[in-house]
């Protein structure tokens, strides 16, 4: 009797567990999908404005997996645009490794779980490609930014949102510890720079941060994917 409900017991912690993964992956697939649609509605609408208006439409609003991204943030900067949690920042994509997320503000547990989540504090994109900024974002390991174990010097990354497209190359990557947050800021020159956690396949919370540092570039200078 006892070895039967031992059973029953297992099976119902296994379909928890199941319930659990299955809800987690089509959330994430829900709000890639509705979120890629919202911007795709907001470039339309913001390519509209610009041919009627001769300019670009502003509206923001400014102001002075068990990994955990707690501290991973840099302090405002005077006037910089300040976004809501989860609020949608764009598409980031890496086509060689056949990586695409949306982008999403914050990077609390349930953002993360939907995304990748642009850094608090880095830098967002922008038209006019100021030259101390630092994008940064961050995604898990176990889902959207696995692919990055791959990821090679010279690769291109696409950031795309309503204001424009903007590509960055690869330079370098880096393997730093949970602390180090001097890699989010700016060097000088427009830059993205993407953090996971670290190894890619470890049971638990990983103990370091796996950082991938691209600089911006224009269409006519983009050099070919690193093979």
Same mark, same amino acid.
């Given at each position: 009797?006892?070895? %039967? ?32 649609? %919202? ?25 002075? @997996? ?17 976004? @809501? ?7 980031? @994509?890496?086509? %060689? ?122 269409? @006519? ?7």
């Amino acid at each position: 009797m006892s070895r %039967r409900w031992l059973e029953r017991l297992l099976l119902l912690v296994g379909l928890v567990c199941l319930g659990t993964v299955a809800y987690a992956y089509f959330d994430a697939r829900l709000t890639a999908f509705r979120e890629g649609r %919202r911007l795709d509605e907001a470039i339309r609408e913001h390519s509209a404005k610009q041919s009627t208006a001769g300019q670009p439409a502003t509206g923001a609003k400014t102001a002075a @997996e068990t990994d955990s991204f707690a501290g991973l943030s840099i302090p405002l900067r005077p006037a910089q645009v300040e976004l @809501e949690e989860g609020e949608l920042v764009g598409r980031l @994509e890496i086509p %060689r490794l056949g990586l695409s997320t949306i982008v999403l503000e914050g990077i609390e547990d349930g953002t993360l779980r939907r995304g990748a989540g642009h850094i608090p504090g880095t830098a967002l994109p922008d038209p006019a490609g100021k030259a101390d900024s630092n994008i940064g974002i961050a995604g898990h390991r176990d889902s959207f930014f696995r692919p990055l174990k791959d990821i090679g010097k010279n690769d291109i990354i696409t950031l795309t949102t309503p204001e424009g497209t903007y590509r960055y190359k690869v330079e370098w990557t880096r393997i730093v510890p949970p602390e180090d947050t001097e890699v989010l800021l700016g060097a000088g020159i427009p830059e993205l720079t993407l953090v996971t956690c670290y190894p890619f396949y470890y049971v638990g919370s990983a103990p370091q941060r796996f950082i991938v540092r691209a600089q911006r570039i224009s269409d @006519e200078s983009a050099p070919p994917s690193s093979p």
